[in-house]
């Protein structure tokens, strides 16, 4: 499984962000996906997941502003923010894990993109 993340960079506070995962070298559509974040000095954070069947869970964090959705036609995942708040800042990395079952998200996900770094100007 390969999985490469874009759309980080420099967004302003209260402006909207999309972030992108492409999977590729297996079956998307029997995969769950996931994304996580990472400041420094601190532990990956879920924040949001998607069942292989579309089954989705966000964050606390994330919850009233965040979307996660994916195309299985495109084997694309997608977080969108509708606001970004200066503690988003972070490195988002998605996260793939095999599950058949389409309602199921798993508690381990095995494979990672590199990441992309999301800074935030106040």
């Known amino acids: 499984v390969h999985l490469v993340e874009s759309g980080g960079g420099l967004v302003q506070v209260g402006s909207p962000l999309k972030l992108s995962c492409e999977f590729s070298?297996?079956?998307?559509?029997?995969?769950?996906m996931a994304w996580y974040r990472q400041k420094p000095g601190q532990e990956r954070e879920l924040i949001a997941a998607i069942s292989s069947g579309g089954w989705t869970s966000i964050s606390d964090a994330l919850k009233g502003r965040g979307t996660i959705s994916r195309d299985n036609t495109k084997n694309t995942m997608t977080l969108q923010l509708d606001s970004v708040r200066p503690e988003d800042e972070a490195t988002y990395l998605c996260?793939?894990?095999?599950?058949?079952?389409?309602?199921?998200?798993?508690?381990?996900?095995?494979?990672w993109g590199q990441g992309t770094q999301v800074t935030v100007a106040s």
């Open positions: 996260a793939a894990a095999r599950m058949v079952l389409v309602a199921s998200i798993p508690s381990r996900f095995d494979d």
């Open positions: 070298g297996a079956a998307f559509g029997s995969y769950a």
